[in-house]
């Protein structure tokens, strides 16, 4: 028999799950609290307690898909050993990710305007960001890129990558989209190779 913690958490995770979907479908403004606690089979005082709001459930769901994501960047980068492969897969694992209607709509379009830039960006430096500090940090270590203003790097790569997941939201042909971005990504990469004297 469940433990209260673990009744408690499965409550909280069937909420989240709810309206997530929800979020995705319908966009921030247009899910009903009403709606999900009816769906979840639970009384609005049950969410309450376990998120305190609208905007603190969205703040959830938002958390959750960051973590989501990042772990499907995770996953990617470390099944490849050179690092730029390496590199490059994590990259292509968040534009495959942000295909997802949750991702997309909940991450990079309502994310931002519900939560305030600030807030949406301090999750998105907790996790993404972070991902790719790291990830710029070891080409520069293997000297795929050279190793001066790396946060700029970073910072140039993340608003690229956000930018080609909102637009593949219309593409026709979002892989092959993905494809050309990793691309394009790999031969600005190789232009920032060390230059080594002759």
């Known amino acids: 028999m469940p433990t209260k913690a673990e009744q408690r958490e499965r409550t909280r995770v069937a909420i989240l799950e ?18 999900v606690v009816a769906e979840a089979g639970l009384t609005r005082g049950a969410l309450y307690h376990h998120f305190g709001s609208k905007s603190g459930l969205f ?16 996953v990617a980068a470390s099944g490849v050993e050179a690092p730029l492969d390496s590199f490059l897969a994590g990259c292509r694992a968040f ?22 830039w ?51 939201a219309t593409a026709t042909d979002a892989a092959g989209e993905i494809d050309a971005a990793i691309d394009t990504l790999a031969r600005l990469l190789s232009g920032l190779s060390p230059k080594r004297a002759p």
Not at 18 to 35: K, N, P, Q
Not at 95 to 116: H, K, M, Q, Y
Request: no cysteine; glycine share 10%.
């Open 59 to 74: 703040r959830a769901v938002v958390e959750h898909a960051q973590r989501e994501v990042a772990q499907a960047v995770e």
């Open 18 to 35: 709810i309206a997530a979907r929800r979020f995705a479908e319908h966009g921030y403004a247009g899910v009903a609290l009403e709606d």
């Open 95 to 116: 534009l495959d990710a942000s295909l997802a209607p949750e991702v997309r709509r909940i991450l990079l379009v309502d994310g931002p305007a519900v939560l305030g």
């Open 118 to 168: 600030d807030d949406w960006r301090e999750g998105d430096l907790d996790t993404s960001v972070r991902l790719l500090d790291e990830g710029v940090a070891e080409l520069a270590e293997a000297g795929v890129i050279g190793g001066e203003r790396l946060g700029t790097v970073t910072t140039m790569i993340s608003g690229a990558l956000n930018e080609v997941a909102i637009a593949n």
